[in-house]
């Protein structure tokens, strides 16, 4: 029966859920400066010799997030050696933590629909219309 999924991509899972554990159970103890930070997700090489780290972080400040993505930077090897401790490979993979950001373009795009539907509203109680009016023309039709 064949695997469903590469060797890679369960590496890569498993790898995930390990340094998520490490950035909330162990770095904090080690540098408390870094704010609430998340593993969105992991892209691991075929030859399983280098790993991006995908984070998102819950900070709306751009100063902030560049110092805390500057901290993991800092300290890669910590995380590396703990990862190595919780994981059994011959060789772990070179981490390059790299910022994530889909939440923040996710919202951006919200906001913008949002927007988008209230000056539509506006528009249409400016010609003299409600969307329930035109809503209710429709279904008489």
Known sequence: MAREFSRTDRVG???????????QNEFKNRDPRLGMVTVASVEISRDLAYAK???????????KI????????DNK????SALASKMRMRAVPALTFVRDGSLAEGIRISNLVDETISKDAERAKKAGRSDNASDNSEESK
Not at 66 to 73: P, S
């Open 66 to 73: 560049k110092e805390d993505l500057a901290i993991l930077k």
């Open 13 to 23: 899972q498993q790898i995930h859920k390990e340094i998520a554990s490490i950035l």
């Open 77 to 80: 090897g910590f995380v590396r």
């Open 53 to 63: 780290i995908f984070v998102t972080f819950f900070e709306n400040d751009e100063e």
